[in-house]
Nanobody
Framework: QLQLVESGGGLVQAGGSLRLSCAAS????????MAWFRQAPGKERERVAA????????DYSDSVKGRFTISRDNAKNTLYLQMNHLKPEDTAVYYC??????????????????RGQGTQVTVSS
């Protein structure tokens, strides 16, 4: 079982940037793809970015493509999400997820993943 802890959320003005981090502990010796999900009030949960085990392949939702960058440092057991050109519609709770059933970015699902508690990102207009 992996334990995940997100950090880096906060309040930012539209057009600004934030960098989220996710520290993993526990069974970090296994191979797993990772992802960032988000959920805003009244909206469906969305997978915004995913990354393969080696970081070679990434996948982004259309809503964040070109603005967000996912990366990972396996030596530090840490996942990152660099968010630039933030918009009010990016406001949500962001969750880090690690899916031990796959090493492929496109296959990460919420249900199969270990997940963190989430970090709030609020973008003001």
């Amino acid at each position: 079982q992996l334990q995940l802890v997100e950090s880096g959320g906060g309040l930012v003005q539209a057009g600004g940037s934030l960098r989220l981090s996710c520290a993993a502990s526990g069974r970090t010796g296994s191979v797993y793809a990772m992802a960032w999900f988000r959920q805003a009030p009244g909206k469906e949960r969305e997978r915004v970015a995913a990354i393969s085990w080696y970081g070679t392949y990434t996948d982004y939702s259309d809503s964040v493509k070109g603005r967000f960058t996912i990366s990972r440092d396996n030596a530090k057991n840490t996942l990152y999400l660099q968010m630039n050109h933030l918009k009010p519609e990016d406001t949500a709770v962001y969750y880090c997820a690690a899916d031990p059933s796959t090493s492929q970015a496109t296959s990460v699902t919420w249900l199969r993943s270990s997940r963190g508690q989430g970090t709030q990102v609020t973008v003001s207009s």
